[in-house]
């Protein structure tokens, strides 16, 4: 099972931009995983944000970031970004990565699809 591990993560002001990073313990099992970022708000559920297949060549978004957000990744890194433009704060959570195989062109994952999952990265938005 792949470890993976955030960073990046700050205080900024709105209209900001930030780039967290999602780094890997290995590159078999990475380079063969969609990955995902998800963010949670204090008090709120887990916040599907962006996707990206194993290859790169198909990402997808969350309503609320589309437009602002960019995920990629390097596999000769064995880690994925995630781009953020045009902060807002609302946008202030913790961010997390996760690793799966399976791909939803809608977005439309559950937690449970996930196996596995960093520790997370504090994003905080100030007015």
């Known amino acids: 099972q792949v470890q993976l591990v955030e960073s990046g993560g700050g205080l900024v002001q709105a209209g900001d931009s930030l780039r967290l990073s999602c780094a890997a313990s290995?590159?078999?099992?990475?380079?063969?995983?969609?990955l995902a970022w998800f963010r949670q708000a204090p008090g709120k559920d887990r916040e599907f944000v962006a996707a990206?297949?194993?290859?790169?060549?198909?990402?997808v978004y969350g309503e609320s970031v589309k437009a602002r957000f960019t995920i990629s990744r390097d596999n000769a890194k064995n880690t994925a970004y995630l781009q953020m433009n045009s902060l807002k704060p609302e946008d202030t959570a913790v961010y997390y990565c996760?690793?799966?195989?399976?791909?939803?062109?809608?977005?439309?994952?559950?937690?449970?699809?996930?196996?596995?999952w960093g520790q997370g990265t504090q994003v905080t938005v100030s007015p």
């Open positions: 990206i297949s194993w290859s790169g060549g198909n990402t």
């Open positions: 290995e590159r078999t099992t990475f380079s063969s995983s969609n």
């Open positions: 996760a690793a799966t195989y399976l791909w939803s062109v809608s977005g439309s994952y559950d937690v449970a699809d996930f196996r596995s």
